[in-house]
């Protein structure tokens, strides 16, 4: 809670007209150490009227400063040494901290009409990033895509929220459920009802349009918030609703798990042929999310296990992947696969960064990637062995489309829109890129806590 | 070349010193280290990492990291006038280190480990040469090492989830399953029919990297897993991987007879002596298979330097036909590759000999019928044939293009040579005289066995010259085709599949994805539902009645509810 604190704080200096945004990077990196003071284990704990702490929920919190840390370090564009750009009035630090401040509301909330007000109001800022800081004209239709997806799907979990609240008579978490909230019901169509909103969000293969389109033209603070921290709302959403509506193995979940796990194999497939950086590494995240909607609705603690697995390394290694893409937009001012080619022999060293994480996305041991992967497989196995085998072909098309990401970007002849005079590459994107990559490699050390 | 010898020597001292702790250790009298490091117990298989050093991980680390040493010394030499020569010995480093933590950790998260790394950092020292042909050759490289991989994860899926909590009535299919996902990921890696096209295909790497990865370590790594594994094959699997090698071996010999570019000839053989050693390990001759990938790396990796320093020194010219009388301008190579020649034939009381002669006394001792018996002589007919054909080539002086003028022989590549000269010639003899384990006794009597072999060799020169003189020049051109494409495998497994898979994908993305997904829901959908809302309620608030009966209906619900 004292996190929460530190931030609405150090936001509210900033709007006071404090202007480093080194000293925001600080306060978020302290709040990460206070945050990692209370672990509870396997218990959800209120911790006041209006927050909640469980495992899950710190892990996501963690994740949500990390990614928040990262985004503002390689905001190259926006954010320079001294100044800020600013339009019509705002930053994109302001943006960036609103996002942060209400995702951690959001993972820390213990009632459930706060719960969905957080949910929707991370949108807000979002789409008044895509809007003022995006590159392209197509962005209004992205960003009106992208909240008419979210908020038309979630309309329905309101309304059953606020007849939940009528029959318990309370929307605390963890009081509706020792009250035993829906125990009466059939759960099957109700259950599928109110989580079409988190699987939009998370978003499964069918209803996934919103995510390209919103990735393409947001700026790379937006996506990487979007991909680190907004799309963990989904499956957030998912395992709370889970253990609250006591909904059970059914046709309906069946169906669900095969539709998304299918939907991640033609989305993996999808990947390898892509023609925009940015589109590539949104299907890939369309992937994971799926392999995790996949396990979680398997029903084993194994599954839940590897969902929060697949959740946060995804969560940190998918926004590097993109601040990698918006590295080579700089140098050659087009995200197309035809234009950026052949780095490997002027810049080696984002080379080897761009091979490292290209790898790391697909599951490189002893990282926590290919933990949460194996996991994965390992729990769709456990329940049908065709499931696990769609796992595996999953696995292998990742693979594909790594190393077909990392060959277009880095192999071959140096392309002729990449030789500018005067070419500096910032040194933030690969300050960022190694802090991930420690945290990734050095996941593997503590798996007990990521294993929630 | 200060980094040549740095990395050389980073790599000797880990020799030494592992011999060091081999012998401390008194492993090579039988005692074993195991260290075990646990990650995790939430879940109710044991995460954990397991070190075990006992003879065979301490041999095979000892022979990798001298077979690497020595490679290091010879790119000092080979790529001595490269820009990133750095960036090479990392990578070659990268790769060490991988191979000694898949023979160190044999526990399923370690194997992975080493494993994974393989394959991803052999794939960067294939496309070490920026040019298109070598990223098609890494990219069917590294993708058919990715299929062993995920058969790897399927088989540690498969371990955490029905192997352990006592599901009693599962365990013999889960056993069953889990040995033909661990031998095909083997199958894989070492390039077993039918996965075996990518192995020719990665000549297209440095030669310092084919004479490290493509001959001792990367291929080996399957062959090694299942001897540490062999425990969870039954017969069925064996059975499968004895027709499976040998069906390589063929495949690999008899390509390799009509194969003009060198490096691929020795790739070839590569193939057929790793074929050779995975029939061993299906027949239950574990020991014998790992006697023999042992001495098998040291004499590849002499034969690909001796190549290296053939293709330097003629201007990087790999194609045979290009090639000849190499016995007069580079002697002492030519002497060694005769030798390393020698020894892949299993010519008597070279180095390869003794580990062949086993090899075959299994064959020959045990159950495996009169079929493979047949076809496992044809397999040594057929080494014996493409050796003296690439012997010949290279080294008599018969072709109109051969370059006249040769250089005189570069010290790194001396001494390269000269250190791996004696770990081809005597290797077996001394690991012999080390380890008790690899002297067996075989009951092959020798005048039979020659004889046969001297009559199937004198075979197939027959029909090799009655292939010459064949007039039917459709049925020659299409047995040339035939062997030339490792029986038509090396296109299928990468043009054909990649193709019309990529096909598929993009005519899936523009009718379903783009179509349906994002045009037909995203936009018409979701606008004529908006347009219908928009309207209705335009309609509905341009009326007087409507609007009172919207307000009240509003009131109505909020009363209700709250």
Not at chain 1, 85 to 102: D, Q
Not at chain 1, 435 to 451: K, N, P
Not at chain 2, 224 to 230: K, T
Not at chain 2, 495 to 522: D, P
């Amino acid at each position: 809670m004292s996190c929460v604190l530190m931030l609405s704080v150090s936001c509210i200096l900033w709007g006071l007209g404090m202007n480093e945004v080194g000293w925001l990077i600080m306060v978020c990196a302290v709040a990460l150490l206070v945050v990692m003071m209370d672990c509870p284990f396997n218990f959800y704990i209120l911790k006041s009227e209006w927050l909640g702490v469980d495992e899950m929920s710190v892990l996501m919190v963690l994740l949500c400063l990390l990614v928040s840390m990262m985004s503002l370090v390689s905001s190259t564009k926006e954010v320079k040494n001294g100044f800020v750009v600013l339009m019509s009035g705002w930053s994109v630090v302001e943006m960036v901290m609103f996002i942060c401040l209400g995702s951690v509301l959001f993972f820390s909330v213990c009632s459930w009409m706060d719960f969905f007000f957080f949910f929707e109001f991370s949108l807000v800022p979002t789409f008044f990033l895509i809007l003022k800081w995006g590159y392209q004209p197509e962005r209004l239709q992205a960003a009106v895509f992208m909240l008419l997806y979210t908020v038309g799907s979630s309309l329905p979990l309101l309304m059953s929220l606020v007849y939940f609240w009528s029959y318990v008579k309370s929307d605390n978490m963890l009081l509706s459920k020792m009250v035993g909230g829906w125990k009466d019901f059939n759960m099957n169509w109700p259950w599928l009802i109110m989580s079409l909103s988190f699987l939009v969000k998370l978003p499964v293969y069918g209803a996934h349009a919103w995510l390209p389109k919103a990735h393409v033209e947001a700026p790379l603070s937006g996506s990487m918030l979007l991909a680190g921290v907004l799309l963990k709302f989904g499956g957030y959403g998912l395992i709370r609703l889970m253990w609250f509506s006591e909904v059970t193995n059914s046709t309906i979940v069946l169906f669900v798990l095969v539709f998304s796990l299918w939907g991640g194999v033609l989305s993996s497939g999808v990947c390898s042929c892509q023609s925009d950086l940015k589109s590539l590494i949104a299907y890939s995240s369309i992937g994971h999310m799926a392999l995790s909607l996949s396990v979680l609705l398997s029903f084993y603690s194994v599954g839940k296990m590897a969902c929060v697995c697949v959740l946060y390394s995804h969560g940190i290694c998918s926004p590097i992947l993109f601040s990698l893409a918006a590295n080579s937009y700089e140098f050659c001012q087009s995200r197309s696969i035809m234009l950026s080619k052949g780095i490997s022999r002027i810049f080696p060293v984002i080379s080897g960064v761009w091979f490292f994480f290209c790898i790391l996305n697909m599951g490189f041991p002893p990282s926590l990637n290919f933990f949460s992967e194996v996991y994965s497989v390992g729990g769709l196995l456990s329940l049908q062995w065709l499931l696990g085998l769609m796992g595996g072909l999953m696995c292998l098309m990742t693979g594909a489309y790594c190393l077909i990401l990392y060959s277009l970007v880095n192999h071959g002849v140096v392309s002729s829109m990449v030789f500018k005079p005067g070419l500096n590459l910032s040194y933030r994107y690969l300050v960022s890129s190694v802090f991930g990559g420690v945290l990734l490699l050095g996941g593997t050390l503590c798996l007990d806590m990521f294993f929630v | 070349m200060s980094p040549c010898c740095n990395a050389a020597l980073s790599k000797f001292f880990f020799f030494f010193l592992f011999f060091y702790l081999a012998v401390v250790a008194g492993v090579f009298n039988g005692g074993a280290l195991v260290l075990e490091w646990e990650l995790s117990e939430k879940l109710f298989v044991e995460t954990s990492f397991c070190l075990v050093l006992d003879w065979i991980s301490c041999l095979f680390s000892m022979s990798v990291l001298y077979i690497s040493g020595c490679v290091c010394v010879f790119s000092g030499f080979y790529l001595s006038h490269d820009k990133f020569l750095e960036k090479f010995f990392v990578l070659l480093k990268l790769f060490v280190v991988s191979m000694v933590v898949l023979v160190l950790f044999p526990s399923y998260l370690g194997l992975m480990v080493g494993w994974d790394g393989l394959g991803v950092i052999s794939f960067l020292l294939v496309i070490y040469y920026l040019s298109s042909c070598s990223l098609s050759s890494g990219m069917i490289t590294v993708l058919s090492n990715r299929v062993g991989d995920v058969c790897f994860i399927l088989a540690i899926s498969l371990m955490s989830s029905s192997l352990s909590f006592g599901m009693w009535g599962e365990s013999f299919v889960s056993g069953f399953v889990l040995g033909i996902f661990l031998m095909m990921g083997s199958m894989t890696k070492s390039a077993q029919v039918p996965f075996s096209a990518w192995l020719p295909e990665a000549m297209s790497a440095p030669t310092p990297v084919s004479s490290l990865v493509h001959s001792s370590t990367l291929v080996t790594a399957g062959v090694y897993v299942l001897i540490r594994f062999s425990a969870y094959l039954s017969e069925f699997e064996m059975y499968m991987l004895s027709i499976s090698s040998m069906v390589t071996m063929l495949l690999a010999g008899s390509s390799a007879c009509m194969e003009s570019d060198l490096k691929k000839v020795v790739a070839l053989s590569t193939l057929s002596q790793v074929g050779m050693m995975m029939f061993a390990i299906s027949l239950g001759a574990n020991v014998i298979a790992f006697f023999h990938l042992l001495v098998h790396a040291f004499f590849k990796a002499l034969m690909f330097m001796c190549m290296g320093g053939v293709i330097y020194y003629s201007g990087s010219c790999q194609d045979s036909r290009f090639l000849g009388g190499v016995w007069n301008k580079l002697p002492f190579t030519s002497c060694l590759f005769l030798f390393s020649n020698f020894s892949l034939m299993g010519f008597p009381f070279f180095s390869g000999f003794y580990s062949k002669e086993l090899i075959v006394g299994a064959a020959l001792s045990l159950n495996v019928g009169l079929m493979a018996v047949v076809l496992f002589f044809m397999c040594l007919a057929f080494t014996i044939s493409y050796s003296f054909r690439t012997l010949n080539l290279v080294m008599q002086d018969m072709s109109v293009f051969s370059l006249k003028f040769y250089s005189m022989e570069n010290g790194y590549y001396l001494s390269s040579l000269l250190l791996m000269m004696n770990g081809a010639i005597s290797t077996s003899l001394i690991m012999q005289s080390i380890l008790k384990e690899f002297s067996t006794v075989s009951f092959v009597n020798p005048s039979v066995f020659y004889s046969v072999l001297l009559l199937l060799v004198m075979f197939f020169f027959n029909l090799v010259l009655l292939f010459n003189c064949l007039s039917k020049k459709s049925f020659m051109s299409l047995t040339k085709n035939f062997l030339k494409s490792m029986w038509f495998l090396s296109i299928i497994s990468g043009n054909f599949i990649s193709s019309k898979l990529l096909m598929m994908i993009s005519s899936y993305i523009v009718y379903v994805e783009m179509g349906w997904i994002r045009a037909f829901i995203g936009s018409k959908v979701i606008n004529s539902i908006s347009m219908v809302f928009r309207n209705k309620i335009w309609e509905m608030n341009m009326n007087f009645f409507g609007v009172i009966l919207f307000v009240f209906l509003s009131v109505f619900l909020i009363l209700k509810v709250f």
